[in-house]
C-alpha cells in the first residue's frame, strides 16, 4: 500500500521571523511591537522596534518601555533579528508586525505553543525612513511646492533659516496625524474629509492635504476654516497655484461652518470654549480622529471651590489657573472617553511660539463601551472642584450624545 507524504504543520514563529525579515528586505518595514514580558520582574512593558540609519547603515532601534521611563538601544539589522528570534517565546509571548502589505500578530501560549493570525485588509501604510534626527523621519519633503508657496523652502527648495521652527512644527503634527490615522477606524478607499478650523497662514492644513493625497494616495477633501478673511483668500489662491483639488478655505469658525459629516477634525489653539465647540462638532459629525490643541481657560476657574486639603497649595493663582487648565482639559478627555475614543493628553510643540503647546489627541473605537461607569467617576471629579458646568458636557447632553 503506497505511503502518502503528509506535510508537515506550518512553523508559526518561523512564518512571522521570515515576513519579519523580507519586509526589511524590502524596505516594506513599518514598525514592530513586543509585548506580554514572560518576565515581570523588571517591570518592563513592551519592546517597539523601528529601522534607522546610523552614519549609513541600517539597523533596528529597540525601545524598551517601562512605566516611568524608555530605553533605546540601536543593533545592526543582523544583529537585531537575531536578538527578536531569540526573544521569542523566551522574553515575549506576542509579537504585532506592521508592514507596508500586511499586519502580523504571532501569539504564544503559556506551554509556548505558536499561533499566526494575518490582515491584509489594512490600509496602505508608508515606511518611515530611520535616523536619529527624528525630522529625518521625512513625514513630508522638503521639495513638496506648498512649502515654497508659503515662504518654508526657497527656490532651490532649501529650507529659510528663519523656518526651520516651523517646519519642525508641521512635520511632528503630520507625525501624530499619521500614527493616529493608521490607528482610525477610517475606511480603505474612501475619500478622507478633514476640517481644520482656525487653520490661519494654511500650514497645517496644506501639509495634511500632502501627506494625504501624495504620501499616501488617498483622496483627500480638505477644508481650512478661519475667521480673516484676507488668510482665507491668501490660502485659497495658493491652493488654486498649486492645482491642490480638494483643497479649500472658508471665512468662518467652529460656530458657524459646520460640516454634515467628517473624519478628522483640527481645532489647534481654539480659544476657551471654543475647544469644546470643536470637539462636539468632531463627536457629533462622527470624526474617526479629533485633535486639539486648548487655550485659554477661562470658564473652569471661576466656578472651581477649593477642596481643603488642597487650600495651602491653591491659595497662590498661579497653581490655582494650573489646577483650573488641568481640570478643564482632563474633563473634555473623559468625556471623549465617554463618547467612545481612545483618548491621550500629552505636550506638543507649540504652533504659535508660545507655552500652550498641551494636545488632546482622541481616536475612535472600533467598539465603545458602556459610558456610566466613566460617567460616574466625572461627577465625582465635578464635586470634587465644586464644577457646576462644562461647556463640552452641555453642548454633549444637548444633542443627547451622552446619556442623560
Same mark, same amino acid.
Given at each position: 500500500?503506497?505511503?502518502?507524504?503528509?506535510?508537515?504543520?506550518?512553523?508559526?514563529?518561523?512564518?512571522? %521571523?521570515?515576513?519579519?525579515?523580507?519586509?526589511?528586505?524590502?524596505?516594506?518595514?513599518?514598525? %514592530?511591537?513586543?509585548?506580554?514580558?514572560? $518576565?515581570?520582574?523588571?517591570?518592563?512593558q513592551?519592546?517597539?522596534?523601528?529601522s534607522?540609519?546610523?552614519?549609513?547603515?541600517?539597523?533596528?532601534? =529597540?525601545?524598551?518601555?517601562?512605566?516611568?521611563r524608555?530605553?533605546?538601544?540601536?543593533?545592526?539589522?543582523?544583529?537585531?533579528?537575531?536578538?527578536? @528570534?531569540? +526573544?521569542? *517565546?523566551?522574553d515575549f509571548?506576542?509579537?504585532h508586525?506592521?508592514t507596508l502589505?500586511d499586519?502580523?500578530?504571532?501569539?504564544?501560549?503559556k #506551554?509556548?505553543?505558536?499561533?499566526?493570525h494575518?490582515?491584509?485588509?489594512?490600509?496602505?501604510?508608508?515606511?518611515?525612513?530611520?535616523?536619529?534626527d527624528?525630522?529625518?523621519?521625512r513625514y513630508?519633503?522638503?521639495?513638496?511646492?506648498f512649502?515654497?508657496?508659503? +515662504?518654508?523652502?526657497?527656490?532651490?527648495? !532649501?529650507?529659510?533659516?528663519?523656518?526651520?521652527?516651523?517646519?519642525?512644527?508641521?512635520?511632528?503634527?503630520i507625525?501624530?496625524?499619521?500614527?493616529? =490615522?493608521s490607528?482610525?477606524?477610517?475606511p480603505? +478607499?474612501?475619500?478622507v474629509?478633514v !476640517?481644520?478650523?482656525?487653520s490661519?497662514?494654511?500650514? &497645517?492644513?496644506?501639509?495634511?492635504?500632502?501627506?494625504?493625497?501624495?504620501?499616501?494616495?488617498?483622496?483627500?477633501?480638505?477644508?481650512?476654516v478661519?475667521?480673516?478673511?484676507? %488668510?482665507?483668500s491668501?490660502?485659497? $489662491?495658493a491652493?488654486?497655484?498649486?492645482?491642490?483639488?480638494g483643497? #479649500?478655505?472658508?471665512? @468662518?469658525?467652529?460656530?458657524?461652518?459646520?460640516? $454634515?459629516?467628517?473624519?478628522?477634525?483640527?481645532?489647534?489653539?481654539?480659544?476657551?470654549?471654543?475647544?469644546?465647540?470643536?470637539?462636539?462638532? +468632531?463627536?457629533?459629525c462622527?470624526?474617526?480622529?479629533?485633535?486639539?490643541?486648548?487655550?485659554?481657560h477661562?470658564q473652569i476657574?471661576?466656578?472651581?471651590?477649593?477642596?481643603?486639603?488642597?487650600? *495651602?497649595?491653591?491659595?497662590?493663582?498661579?497653581?490655582?489657573?494650573?489646577?483650573?487648565?488641568?481640570?478643564?482639559?482632563s474633563?473634555r478627555?473623559?468625556?471623549?472617553e465617554?463618547? @467612545?475614543?481612545?483618548?491621550?493628553?500629552?505636550?506638543?510643540?507649540?504652533?504659535?511660539?508660545?507655552n500652550?503647546n498641551?494636545?488632546?489627541?482622541?481616536? #475612535?473605537?472600533?467598539?465603545?463601551?458602556?459610558?456610566?461607569?466613566?460617567?460616574?467617576?466625572?461627577q465625582?471629579?465635578k464635586?470634587?472642584?465644586?464644577?457646576q458646568?462644562?461647556? %463640552?458636557?452641555?453642548? &454633549?447632553?444637548?444633542?443627547?450624545?451622552?446619556?442623560?
Amino acid at each position: 500500500m503506497p505511503v502518502t507524504a503528509v506535510s508537515p504543520p506550518p512553523d508559526a514563529r518561523a512564518e512571522f %521571523l521570515q515576513a519579519l525579515a523580507t519586509s526589511l528586505q524590502h524596505n516594506a518595514f513599518v514598525k %514592530l511591537v513586543l509585548a506580554k514580558p514572560v $518576565s515581570a520582574a523588571q517591570q518592563l512593558q513592551k519592546v517597539i522596534v523601528h529601522s534607522v540609519s546610523i552614519k549609513g547603515q541600517a539597523c533596528l532601534s =529597540f525601545v524598551y518601555r517601562y512605566p516611568t521611563r524608555d530605553i533605546t538601544k540601536n543593533l545592526e539589522l543582523a544583529q537585531g533579528l537575531a536578538a527578536i @528570534g531569540e +526573544g521569542l *517565546p523566551a522574553d515575549f509571548r506576542n509579537a504585532h508586525l506592521l508592514t507596508l502589505n500586511d499586519e502580523l500578530q504571532l501569539e504564544f501560549s503559556k #506551554k509556548a505553543k505558536a499561533s499566526l493570525h494575518r490582515n491584509q485588509a489594512k490600509a496602505a501604510r508608508v515606511a518611515p525612513v530611520g535616523g536619529h534626527d527624528r525630522e529625518k523621519k521625512r513625514y513630508l519633503e522638503l521639495s513638496r511646492p506648498f512649502l515654497r508657496d508659503l +515662504g518654508v523652502t526657497d527656490a532651490r527648495q !532649501a529650507l529659510i533659516p528663519a523656518m526651520s521652527r516651523k517646519w519642525k512644527q508641521i512635520n511632528k503634527f503630520i507625525e501624530v496625524f499619521s500614527h493616529a =490615522f493608521s490607528a482610525s477606524p477610517i475606511p480603505a +478607499g474612501d475619500a478622507v474629509r478633514v !476640517a481644520d478650523f482656525g487653520s490661519g497662514k494654511g500650514y &497645517l492644513t496644506f501639509a495634511i492635504h500632502d501627506y494625504l493625497a501624495n504620501t499616501l494616495g488617498r483622496e483627500a477633501q480638505v477644508t481650512g476654516v478661519e475667521l480673516r478673511e484676507e %488668510l482665507v483668500s491668501l490660502c485659497n $489662491s495658493a491652493a488654486g497655484r498649486l492645482e491642490q483639488g480638494g483643497l #479649500k478655505f472658508e471665512c @468662518g469658525d467652529v460656530r458657524t461652518v459646520v460640516p $454634515s459629516a467628517i473624519d478628522v477634525m483640527i481645532a489647534l489653539h481654539a480659544c476657551d470654549i471654543a475647544t469644546d465647540y470643536a470637539i462636539h462638532t +468632531g463627536i457629533r459629525c462622527g470624526a474617526a480622529i479629533i485633535m486639539c490643541s486648548p487655550c485659554c481657560h477661562k470658564q473652569i476657574r471661576p466656578q472651581m471651590q477649593t477642596p481643603a486639603l488642597l487650600k *495651602p497649595m491653591l491659595q497662590y493663582g498661579l497653581h490655582l489657573g494650573q489646577q483650573a487648565e488641568m481640570v478643564t482639559d482632563s474633563l473634555r478627555a473623559l468625556y471623549l472617553e465617554a463618547c @467612545g475614543y481612545d483618548t491621550k493628553v500629552f505636550e506638543f510643540i507649540s504652533l504659535e511660539h508660545t507655552n500652550k503647546n498641551k494636545m488632546i489627541l482622541a481616536v #475612535k473605537r472600533a467598539e465603545a463601551p458602556a459610558p456610566e461607569a466613566l460617567l460616574a467617576k466625572i461627577q465625582a471629579l465635578k464635586a470634587f472642584y465644586g464644577v457646576q458646568e462644562h461647556c %463640552l458636557e452641555t453642548l &454633549l447632553r444637548g444633542d443627547h450624545l451622552l446619556p442623560a
